[in-house]
T-cell receptor, first 115, second 112 residues
């Protein structure tokens, strides 16, 4: 069964450094999402992406964040200058048109630790 | 800005009994609701959904009930099984389906 994959599973970085989190969505999906979950807190929407552009973003998704689908298969989240409070689990998700409308398939997540 | 709330952080149920997980929301514009299950070290997995035009949706052991006037939905699992032990998130969206609002989750433990 196709699944969403994410790399790396764990990323440790120094405050102020740039990180790129990578995701490979399910191949026939058209909608792509990034979420984060700070330890012990709720899952928070960051951004949705469709047709090679951002569809919607939350207030968390400020100028430090960017997303890209560089090659038609990968979907990346870049944090330009990481802060301590960016430490969280980051989940990528993808969705298709049709089937169960709005169903999103999540990857296993990347744990980002900012020191 | 807690538009979707799950007020019970944890729930324990005996195997074979019914598990009822609750979720409240504040935004009357939400028109589609989903439940996700999450095991440790994994991403959330879709479980069941319901449109706001319905008040019930059933899929095997899982049933979701929606009470729009109370802005409340619940997930019933009958009978509960030990493998159901996980964190359950409810989520809601408005018709564009681009932004999903999640609750904080309820950790369900099914005791054998």
């Amino acid at each position: 069964e196709p699944e969403v994959t994410q790399t790396p599973s764990h990323q440790v970085t120094q405050m102020g450094q740039e990180v790129i989190l990578r995701c490979v969505p399910i191949s026939n999906h058209l909608y792509f999402y990034w979420y984060r979950q700070i330890l012990g807190q709720k899952v928070e929407f960051l951004v949705s992406f469709y047709n090679n552009e951002i569809s919607e973003k939350s207030e968390i998704f400020d100028d430090q964040f960017s997303v890209e689908r560089p090659d038609g298969s990968n979907f990346t989240l870049k944090i330009r200058s990481t802060k301590l409070e960016d430490s969280a689990m980051y989940f990528c998700a993808s969705g298709r048109i049709g089937g169960v409308l709005y169903e999103q398939f999540f990857g296993p997540g990347t744990r980002l630790t900012v020191l | 800005d807690q538009q979707v709330k799950q007020n019970s952080p944890s729930l324990s149920v005996q195997e074979g009994r019914i598990s009822i997980l609750n979720c409240d929301y504040t935004n009357s514009m939400f028109d589609y609701f989903l439940w996700y299950k999450k095991y440790p070290a994994e991403g959330p997995t879709f479980l069941i959904s319901i449109s706001s035009i319905k008040d019930k949706n059933e899929d095997g052991r899982f049933t979701v009930f929606l009470n729009k006037s109370a802005k409340h939905l619940s997930l019933h699992i009958v009978p509960s099984q030990p493998g159901d032990s996980a964190v359950y998130f409810c989520a809601a969206t408005i018709n564009t389906g681009n932004q999903f609002y999640f609750g904080t989750g309820t950790s369900l433990t099914v005791i054998p």
